[in-house]
């Protein structure tokens, strides 16, 4: 399996992967088999063609105050793989939207700033802040690349 580059956007992380030596090289056995492994992580697939568009299940969280309206609290994660035959390898390209990750550093670094501010001066709070952001953002690109790669 050869990995190639792989590209961020402002709202995207892209990599593309190319799958070479199989003994079966068929798309539609790679996205039936893509396909499995999405639904083993709880994600709702739709497969046409060769690309499938993949999201994660609502999560709802009902309160006993509120049970009328049970969904208070929805996560999506979305993205797409495409699977391409070229000569006698497989090209895998995926690409995952990354709003989930930007709104979970967001309310981390938030919280992270809020508390520190309490114990040291507000610069400092603020540098701590921003280096907590970047930890988490970069800690979960790479758990989505380690995710991709698995199930690839």
Avoid: H
Wanted: hydrophobic share 45%; aromatic share 10%.
């Amino acid at each position: 399996m050869n990995f190639e580059a792989t590209q961020m956007n402002l709202s995207e992380l892209k990599g593309t992967q190319t799958i070479s030596g199989r003994k079966t090289n068929d798309v539609k056995t790679t996205m039936s088999s893509i396909n499995k492994k999405l639904q083993a992580f709880e994600s709702i697939t739709m497969m046409t063609g060769n690309k499938i568009d993949f999201s994660a299940k609502k999560i709802t969280i009902s309160t006993r105050r509120f049970e009328d309206s049970n969904t208070l609290f929805r996560i999506y994660k979305e993205g797409s793989i495409v699977v391409e035959k070229q000569n006698e390898e497989l090209k895998i390209s995926w690409t995952v939207k990354l709003e989930t990750l930007y709104a979970l550093v967001f309310s981390i670094g938030v919280v992270s700033l809020i508390f520190s501010s309490f114990v040291i001066e507000f610069p400092f709070a603020l540098f701590i802040g921003v280096v907590v952001c970047l930890a988490v953002l970069f800690m979960g690109i790479i758990i989505i690349m380690q995710a991709m790669d698995e199930i690839i």
